[in-house]
């Protein structure tokens, strides 16, 4: 997630130069056309492409609309992923504490590689759900965030004891999963030894619950990307109103002076970075855990759970919260 307070000159470049680029070399070409070789039939009425523009306009309303709507639901989800850590940790400290702390600890470590294999899972790369421009991805190529999975889940499970589940998790398609089902059966366990009653055994399987549903709320982000239709035809209308956008300006901009005409070039690349930077606008939120700068920041939040868990039980050795390295949270 991107969390600086204004976008670097070189942030926005980074992403609009190919567009200005082109535009840039497509205006000059109708412009010298109209003007140098006296094509005066170029110049066509601005209102039939004034109305395209209209359209696509509200097109990619529709479109940023459903992406953010994405983006958001995601950061709730995991906003839920916390508060119900929270509880989930709370109840077992309630519960247990004076009756196995060992059985405890022992469930909340392995919570915590939950929530972070689960950040891994969500990760991974999905080539059709991930966007078609890769600039995104460059700003956090080099984080540890996006090392192979496999090689991820051993440092999580090293980090919390848990290597004894790493030969059953690399062969699984959702480990993250297999981790709720291993706390279901230690606290079924539990149960059947008298250690929690019928109720307390309820309570601590809703939290549970609670984490499959969450979990399956990005997972349903993550695999269906925004319906296509949507995506790529905006797209193509936004090309379509910059390969037109020119030749209605030519008429206009010609009145003014005799150089006037060479206006549209500027002029051309000024809307056509607007209605482009929209398309992209959406094209990158679509995808709230694709490793880009407007991911939802899913490490620190992992994190955050990390610290609050381990101050609960009272640990020494706490990581430190995640900082933005160049205004980008992961």
Known sequence: ??????????????????????????STLVVGCFQILNWKFLAIPFLPIGTIGTAVAFFLGFKNNQAYDRLWEARRLWGGMTNTSRMFCYTLLALLSDKDANTMRD????????VNVLRLQLRRHIAWATTQ??????????????????????????????TQYYDLLSRLNNPAAAFIKTQIDCITQLKRKGVIDDYEHSDLLKHLNEFLNLQGGCERIKTTPL???????????????ILLLPFGLLKDLASIATWGVWLCVPFCMLISWVFFTME??????????DNSINDIPISSITRNI????????????????????????L
């Open 1 to 26: 997630m991107y969390v600086g307070k204004n976008f670097k000159l070189s942030l926005v470049l980074s992403f609009a130069w190919p567009n200005l680029l082109i535009t840039f070399a497509w």
């Open 107 to 114: 469930i909340l470590f392995r919570h915590l590689s939950y």
């Open 133 to 162: 421009f890769a600039q995104h991805r460059s700003f956090v190529s080099d984080a540890d965030e996006l090392q192979d999975f496999h090689e991820g889940l051993k440092e999580i499970l090293t980090r919390n004891n848990k």
């Open 227 to 241: 319906f296509r239709q949507f995506s790529i035809f905006s797209r193509i209308f936004v090309k379509l109103f």
């Open 280 to 289: 992209q606008i959406g094209e990158y939120s679509e995808n709230p855990f």
């Open 306 to 329: 990390e610290i609050d868990i381990l101050e609960m039980l009272g640990e020494k050795n706490i990581p430190s919260k995640i900082n933005p390295q160049n205004d980008i949270l």
